[in-house]
């Protein structure tokens, strides 16, 4: 994989982590990436294929550059709310767009700043205290210790800050200025999670929007809260799981394969060869131009092909130990309207020892 960076740390007596395709550089047109995202696997020794999301001239795209996206929000999978705006210190803020589906919580701010700001200052924009909540109080994204307190004060919370569960979703954010009009701004919001709740309504808060950076940066405060009541399509979600029919390596345990509105969700385990050597594993880490595992794609019973998104590190990624567990998950651009009854996962499986061709037939359930 090309633009790969890496981090020379000191590798801990267990672990080699890989965040193997967390974000793929597309356009030098980025105007912002903020990413919030704690991994619940300790690890101290990364190597990460990082990039960021860019801005698309058309709604098929506007939100992950994801064919399993485009795909749902072409078939119909995307909600436009008639809300009107929200008005705090001369500042306009509304909600356009927006799709939630299992792994996917993205949305469309637009901003109405007052006639006289001056445009040069969006270079950098970012919402510091953002605090996403549903009906059920239940937290989707917050990356903020006072916002969360103070939400926590207010409805009696029995957990805190950073102990995630299925009250408190444990979900990063990218996000990236989409479009600018003089004052009138355009911002896309990418959150991404293991698994969202059937949420009914969002509320999605924010008291700070940050312009600029160092020396130049500018702070706006108000209170701005919108409140969405999302389609039924989203929170009464289909999904279709599948089981192992067959596999070229006995070896393999499935854990989890299910399409969903904008794409297939796989993830798998395998014991390889115990690592001997740390010294050498943590160095063929280091070198690895490689992923661990390559040349993935789904195929169903007409030969289409469906490959994986590469959106975040919930989407892809693997885990390798040194005691020879082998964890990998990955999504494909195959949306649950196309799922069919047998699917065929092909895969290179790339191990310190070996690199092996493996296909698996799964099967509906």
């Not at 059920?136 to 805190?160: M, T, V, W």
């Not at 089981?243 to 969903?260: G, K, P, R, V, W």
């Not at 998950?329 to 996962?345: A, M, P, R």
């Amino acid at each position: 994989m090309n633009n790969d960076f890496k981090i020379n740390l000191k590798a801990p007596a267990s672990y080699y982590y890989a965040i193997n395709t967390a974000f793929q550089p597309k356009s030098h047109k980025i105007k912002h990436t903020f990413i919030n995202k704690i991994i619940a696997t300790a690890c101290a020794i990364t190597t990460i294929f990082a990039g960021v999301v860019f801005a698309k001239n058309f709604i098929g795209n506007i939100f992950n550059d994801n064919n399993g996206m485009t795909k749902a929000i072409e078939n119909g999978y995307i909600f436009s709310p008639t809300n009107d705006y929200i008005e705090c210190n001369n500042i306009k803020a509304r909600v356009d767009n927006v799709l939630m589906d299992e792994k996917n919580l993205s949305f469309v701010l637009n901003l109405v700043l007052p006639e006289d700001y001056s445009p040069n200052l969006t270079k950098d924009i970012n919402f510091p205290n953002m605090l996403i909540t549903d009906e059920e109080n239940r937290i989707l994204y917050c990356g903020n210790y006072y916002a969360f307190e103070n939400f926590k004060d207010n409805n009696n919370l029995s957990y805190n800050y950073g102990d995630f569960g299925e009250n408190y979703i444990n979900s990063g954010i990218n996000m990236y200025l989409s479009s600018q009009n003089k004052n009138e701004l355009t911002i896309v919001f990418n959150i991404f999670a293991d698994k969202f709740p059937n949420s009914k309504n969002l509320k999605i808060q924010f008291g700070e929007i940050d312009l600029g950076a160092g020396n130049s940066l500018i702070v706006l405060n108000g209170n701005w809260a919108i409140d969405i009541s999302l389609p039924e399509k989203f929170y009464n979600r289909e999904t279709t799981s599948y089981h192992i029919l067959n596999m070229s390596d006995n070896a393999i345990s499935l854990t989890e394969a299910y399409s969903f509105a904008s794409g297939m969700y796989i993830k798998f385990e395998t014991d390889v060869t115990p690592v001997s050597n740390e010294n050498d594993f943590y160095e063929w880490g280091l070198s690895f131009k490689d992923n661990f595992v390559t040349n993935e794609y789904l195929e169903d019973e007409n030969g289409n092909r469906f490959y994986p998104v590469k959106a975040n590190s919930e989407s892809s990624g693997s885990t390798y130990e040194l005691n020879g567990k082998f964890t990998h998950w990955q999504t494909f651009d195959l949306t649950n309207s196309e799922s069919s009854q047998v699917l065929y996962l092909h895969l290179t499986l790339n191990t310190m020892d070996t690199s092996k061709e493996v296909v698996i037939t799964l099967e509906k359930n």
